[in-house]
């Protein structure tokens, strides 16, 4: 089956360490995504690619870094500099649909620091 | 600059209607609905984008209103499956590929 694959379900870790979220997906999307999710927030962007080896920054950028070596992978590297790290991230990837197109999510990861 | 989503929250009887609406201070291109299930991914519902028809399936269909910046989501008949947090995202231009997520809509139907 196709679909996005985002491990682990559940991380933890303590301040000050830098930790990696893995997104795959077998869909041959060319557009990838990565969001943050806090309760009473909505979805925000942090960064999304369009293409292999190129990325742009989302509206919450700071202290997280992204690199696209494939079209199927994506991963997310929350450093020490993200002032509050905890949340609820979830990876997306996109195809064209009716002149727009249409974004399919993976089950997300729950990452709590302390 | 997200997109305004009302009412915040609101609790339903199975088989009633609901409307979730949608408001941008930006002229858009096309707007998206999803669901989200509690701790579970978004899911597609649908687009609507601009110049183009009010859309539908099932007993869920929305319209966009482009002069107006916003969009709305009515859900007829309620079943208890239609639960969950209801997100719209707004696209600006079209080939940018980005969308602004509203802060969401908790529907809660109860039996």
């Known amino acids: 089956d196709g679909g996005i694959t985002q491990s682990p379900k559940y991380l933890f870790r303590k301040e000050g360490q830098n930790v990696t979220l893995s997104c795959e997906q077998n869909l041959n999307h060319d557009a990838m995504y990565w969001y943050r999710q806090d309760p009473g927030q909505g979805l925000r962007l942090i960064y999304y690619s369009q293409i292999v080896n190129d990325f742009q920054k989302g509206d919450i950028a700071e202290g997280y870094s992204v690199s696209r070596e494939k079209k199927e992978s994506f991963p997310l590297t929350v450093t020490s500099a993200q002032k509050n790290p905890t949340a609820f991230y979830l990876c997306a990837s996109s195809i064209a649909r009716d002149t727009s197109y249409e974004q399919y999510f993976g089950p997300g990861t729950r990452l709590t620091v302390t | 600059q997200q997109p305004v989503q009302s009412p915040q929250a609101v609790i339903l009887r199975e088989g009633e209607d609901a409307v979730i609406n949608c408001s941008s201070s930006?002229?858009?291109?096309?707007v998206h609905w999803y669901r989200q299930k509690h701790g579970e991914a978004p899911i597609f519902l649908m687009i609507l984008l601009k110049g183009g028809e009010q859309k539908g399936h099932d007993k869920i269909s929305a319209s966009f209103n482009e002069k107006k910046q916003q969009s709305s989501l009515y859900l007829t008949a309620s079943q208890l499956s239609y639960s969950g947090t209801y997100f719209c995202?707004?696209?600006?231009?079209?080939?940018?590929?980005?969308?602004?997520f509203g802060t969401g809509t908790r529907l809660t139907i109860i039996p």
């Open positions: 930006k002229a858009l291109y096309s």
């Open positions: 995202g707004t696209e600006i231009d079209f080939g940018n590929e980005k969308l602004t």
